[in-house]
């Protein structure tokens, strides 16, 4: 697996474009999620992709995108703190330089040419992303990571080794059910 990192200064500027197409078929397309796109180019980008968000993305040998997560930090606008803040069981959303929140995590080889396999969320290839994830806000002084996920997410996370836990109990909103998570990083991480 090859993972690059950083924001979206340090791209090309068609590397960004490619993360949206590669988030718009992953989101929109495969798990129908509903949220605004930029349909006309097929682009999944929102108000939290900016100057100072953090890409992971992973990539195969011949570059194609199979695996991406978006890292921010929570002193600026984030996606739980403005649109799921309910799921913080009514405390105020973390707002500190030791706190970033990961969202937008896909690990989906489109091309079959990886050991990350459509819906396979717990891939050998998912867990090094996510750990990479890891790895990377830590790098940026994160100490703990806040996140809006699926339920089901807590499996993959019981097989990270990583210390986790809810945040506040889950709730159904646009008919999925969803949780904030916390997820602990240890001392050595980056």
């Known amino acids: 697996m090859n993972v690059l990192s950083g924001p979206s200064s340090a791209f090309p500027d068609h590397f960004i474009q490619q993360v949206a197409n590669y988030r718009h078929r992953v989101f929109i397309e495969l798990l129908g999620w509903q949220m605004p796109t930029r349909e006309a180019l097929d682009l999944e980008l929102d108000q939290f ?13 011949q570059r194609r995108i199979n695996g991406c997560a978006r890292l921010l930090p929570t002193t600026r606008p984030y996606l739980l703190g403005e649109v799921f803040p309910q799921l913080l069981n009514g405390l105020p959303p973390p707002c500190t330089p030791e706190v970033w929140e990961l969202s937008r995590f896909a690990a989906v080889d489109f091309n079959g040419q990886s050991a990350v396999g459509r ?6 290839i998912t867990l090094a992303l996510l750990h ?15 996140t ?18 809810r945040a506040g109990p889950p709730m159904v ?4 059910p969803l949780f904030a998570c916390w997820i ?4 050595g991480e980056a």
């Open 173 to 176: 909103i646009d008919g999925h």
């Open 148 to 165: 809006v996920s699926p339920v089901g997410v807590e499996r993959l996370l019981r097989k990270t080794g990583l210390r986790s836990h």
């Open 132 to 146: 990479e994830a890891v790895a990377c806000a830590a790098s940026y002084g994160a100490k703990r990571l806040i």
């Open 119 to 124: 819906g396979q969320f717990s891939s050998d």
């Open 184 to 187: 602990e990083i240890e001392p």
């Open 49 to 61: 992709d900016r100057d100072d968000t953090v890409y992971v993305v992973a990539h195969d040998a």
